[in-house]
């Protein structure tokens, strides 16, 4: 999933990683011949990439970036209860991460990046990732909430 990059920090080696919109950090080195980025070597050449899509294949994962944190969490709602904004597409704001978690039951996930609906149980909670269109259905009786993560330089 192609996301655009926001800002640059360097590794605990000195090699500069792009920060992406997702939170997702990727590097961007430049190593001669094998990987030719000229433009990681200078503040200026870095400062051009901003706004650039790279690929984040952490996306394509559904990867949580490991250092954000839970900062809200919804009430419990039920098959009766769930809002109704939930069952239709609707999106997460920039930066921000959610995870489903399920109590009992199970929901059916559908995100617009997946090529079928997944289910999702106690077993296997519902990753969404930030602006990606995604709407959840219950299957029967449910109880489920929604935690929503971070980056840590946020709170």
Known sequence: MERPITGFRTDEHGDWCAILSCGHPQHVRHNPPFTNRPWTTTEEGRNSKLGALLNCVRCDRFELPADFVAYRQTPVFTEQS??????????????????????????????????????????????????????????????????????????
């Not at 489903?100 to 929901?107: C, F, H, K, M």
């Open 82 to 155: 769930i809002p109704a904004a939930f069952t239709k597409d609707h999106t997460t704001k920039a930066g921000v991460w959610a995870k489903i978690v399920v109590i009992e039951g199970t929901l059916r996930y559908h995100a617009e990046v997946l090529d079928a609906e997944v289910e999702l149980s106690t077993a296997r909670p519902g990753i969404v990732l930030p602006e990606v269109r995604h709407c959840v259905e219950p299957v029967g009786t449910v109880r489920f909430f929604v935690e929503f993560y971070r980056s840590p330089i946020e709170e």
